[in-house]
């Protein structure tokens, strides 16, 4: 009956079109009626617990430097390089866009961010190009989603916040599999244009790549600061969000002076009101949350997985179906907040390990972000590129099944995940 009363409000309020904090409080208070303890206190308290925790700092600054990025030129100049270094290859527009999806997700960690930057920069491109627009689109939005998974990563934080799992090694954890989906689209790409009989771009002179390169390395500068900083403990991921901003600030307005200080309260502003919305459903989620705990939710789910449990790669498997199902309908955050505290109780008693179901994790919510009706990364695209939404999903789709071929695989095969993270944590 617990469980019942728990989804019947969440997806009973979702279906009557209450924003998602909102459900999320909703659905708190009535397994509180329901319980007969409800307090007003109790869910007052929760919400400023919610938000009162210092790894979330992160959020904001990581949003700022994503939002710096797009407004200063660093996202212009890292396309210019890929555009010089595989541009002249059959295709090479697209991959152009899924190399300069895997170096932006390295900088901002925001799917949303990347995919809205690549849409308004190589779109236009590929289609002058003779490419099928709504076959580009789904390609960027199919890119843009490795945001979440190479660090930094905003979903990684937010895991790691709900999970109480490191979010360092989260972070070096996510660089193997972000690779791998990249690698995953290079391959879906290479099967959709083969048969193009488009004339590539010239290939660049050996002057323009090192001009490209040039231009571009304070940019490309960023990823490696960050994952060095955090793989020998120089500095947290909380503090590696200040670095990535401050230092995309300065390159933005000192280096490039593409950004003028009379642009940077509207881009404070945009990255303040994006964080405001996260953290409410942070603060929100802790309400349901904590009635998850006190109802014993995660047992009822645990009886439910039971038949699963003898075997951690069938039960990974079940989760990740779950998981899927769940992200056709409910955007990412959301997702993480709600189902993090009800299956980590789970993954524990299975044995199995937190950080590899965090990065599994992730990876599945992040293709929640372009699968349909939902897909918060696909209506970005649309609105970016003037397409509609049956033409984006018709293009995506070739893309997120590789993707879903991958998670496949590191659902089969965990050392493909745990071997690279153990390698990069020493």
Same mark, same amino acid.
């Given at each position: 009956m617990t469980v019942t009363v728990f989804l019947g409000s969440l997806l009973g309020a979702m279906a009557i079109g209450t924003p998602i904090a909102f459900a999320l409080l909703l659905c708190g208070v009535a397994l509180m009626f329901h319980m007969d303890l409800f307090d007003a206190q109790i869910v007052a308290q929760n919400v400023v617990n919610g938000a009162d925790s210092f790894p979330l700092v992160a959020v904001p600054f990581?949003?700022?430097?994503?939002?710096?990025?797009?407004?200063?030129?660093?996202?212009?100049?890292?396309?210019?390089?890929a555009m010089a270094l595989v541009g002249h290859i059959r295709g090479g527009l697209g991959y152009v866009a899924i190399l300069a999806s895997c170096i932006l997700a390295s900088l901002s960690g925001s799917a949303v961010a990347d995919a809205a930057a690549l849409s308004a920069l190589l779109v236009p491109m590929m289609v002058r190009a003779g490419h099928d627009k709504?076959?580009?689109?789904?390609?960027?939005?199919?890119?843009?989603?490795?945001?979440?998974?190479?660090?930094?990563?905003?979903?990684?934080?937010?895991?790691?916040?709900?999970?109480?799992?490191?979010?360092?090694?989260?972070?070096?954890?996510?660089?193997?599999?972000?690779?791998?989906?990249?690698?995953?689209?290079v391959a879906a790409w290479w099967l959709v244009v083969r048969h193009e009989n488009l004339a590539p771009p010239p290939r660049a002179t050996k002057g323009e790549v090192a001009v490209a390169v040039k231009d571009g390395f304070w940019a490309l500068m960023l990823p490696g600061i960050i994952i060095f900083g955090l793989k020998f403990g120089?500095?947290?991921? +909380?503090? @590696?969000?200040?670095? %990535?901003? /401050?230092?995309? !600030?300065?390159?933005?307005?000192?280096?490039?002076?593409?950004?003028?200080?009379?642009?940077?309260?509207?881009?404070f502003a945009s990255a303040a009101t994006t964080t405001a919305v996260v953290m409410f459903l942070v603060a929100a989620?802790?309400?349901?949350?904590?009635?998850? +705990?006190? @109802?014993?939710?995660? %047992?009822? /789910?645990?009886? !439910?997985l039971e038949p699963f449990m003898g075997s951690p790669t069938l039960l990974m498997a079940a989760i990740m179906v779950l998981v899927v199902i769940v992200g056709t309908a409910m955007d990412m955050t959301p997702t993480i907040l709600i189902l993090t505290p009800?299956?980590?109780?789970?993954?524990?008693? @299975?044995?199995?390990?937190?950080?590899?179901?965090?990065?599994?994790?992730?990876?599945?919510?992040?293709?929640?972000?372009i699968t349909p009706p939902v897909g918060t990364v696909l209506n970005v695209v649309c609105g970016v590129s003037k397409v509609s939404m049956e033409g984006v999903i018709k293009g995506v789709w070739p893309f997120m099944l590789v993707q879903l071929f991958v998670l496949f695989l590191l659902t089969l095969f965990p050392s493909l995940v745990m071997v690279p993270a153990a390698w990069l944590s020493h």
């Open positions: 990581f949003m700022l430097a994503g939002e710096v990025m797009n407004a200063g030129g660093l996202s212009r100049r890292i396309v210019a390089v709504a076959r580009s689109c789904g390609l960027i939005a199919a890119g843009g989603i490795i945001a979440p998974i190479i660090p930094p990563s905003i979903g990684f934080i937010l895991f790691g916040v709900a999970a109480n799992v490191s979010i360092t090694k989260l972070f070096l954890a996510g660089i193997f599999p972000g690779l791998m989906l990249g690698l995953g689209l120089i500095f947290t991921p +909380t503090e @590696a969000a200040v670095v %990535a901003a /401050v230092y995309a !600030l300065f390159v933005a307005v000192v280096v490039y002076r593409e950004l003028k200080p009379s642009q940077l309260f509207d881009l989620a802790m309400v349901s949350a904590w009635m998850i +705990t006190i @109802a014993n939710l995660p %047992a009822q /789910v645990g009886d !439910l009800v299956l980590m109780p789970v993954i524990k008693q @299975a044995g199995i390990d937190p950080v590899y179901f965090g990065v599994l994790f992730i990876i599945n919510n992040a293709i929640g972000l």
